[in-house]
């Protein structure tokens, strides 16, 4: 039996840290086999990747479905740590090396490229890098299939509160990529839903 230490790694902004792969063989039977279990919990499997050496690191990257706003507690990251571990325990096909598990969630820094990481996102301050367009920072009204609704910031004269403009719908084709602007407090605005965007219980 493998000798597995579950380790709730806070803010990992990104898959596949080190210098292995983001994605192998490995990886990706691992990734089937804890899936299931990750679903079961009422979670969402962003990744998998293994950091190689003698002693190696399954790091799994978990998330929210992408219909619910705010992070990953501490509390869900320790308790699906420990069912992720008695599942790679019980893995058929394990060699008996040792390894670490380290179980975390994306984090604020993440960078959205996908449509479930806009979901996520609803409600928050956000920079879109758009393409063939200028950039555009608001906050995220709404998101449908076709691409993302932004209450852009229009730029004032330092010391005043920022103004907001006309909703803006920016389709996922024109979408690069978007980045959510950390935030300590602000009051909901239009229906929009309360975030805190700084430092939290996120994992």
């Given at each position: ?49 293994i950091i ?44 008996g090396r ?68 006309e909703p ?36």
């Amino acid at each position: 039996m493998s000798n597995a230490e579950a380790t709730a790694s806070p803010d990992h902004t990104g898959s596949g840290s080190g210098t292995a792969p983001a994605h192998n063989p490995e990886a990706a039977r691992l990734r089937a086999l804890l899936e299931p279990a990750v679903q079961a919990n009422r979670l969402y499997l962003e990744d998998v990747a293994i950091i190689p050496g003698s002693h190696r690191v399954v790091h799994v990257v978990v998330d929210l479905p992408q219909e619910e706003t705010g992070g990953v507690s501490l509390d869900v990251i320790a308790d699906i740590s420990r069912v992720l571990s008695d599942v790679l325990d019980n893995d058929p096909k394990d060699d008996g090396r040792p390894y670490d598990l380290e179980v975390s969630s994306p984090g604020v820094g993440r960078p959205l490229t996908e449509s479930r990481h806009w979901h996520r996102a609803r409600g928050r301050m956000v920079k879109v890098n758009v393409i063939q367009g200028e950039n555009v920072t608001g906050r995220i009204h709404a998101v449908d299939d076709g691409g993302v609704t932004l209450i852009p910031e229009v730029p004032v004269k330092k010391g005043m509160k920022p103004r907001q403009g006309e909703p803006v719908k920016l389709p996922f084709d024109r979408i690069r990529n978007g980045k959510v602007e950390i935030e300590f407090s602000h009051l909901p605005e239009d229906g929009l839903e309360p975030e805190h965007n700084g430092p939290s219980e996120e994992a």
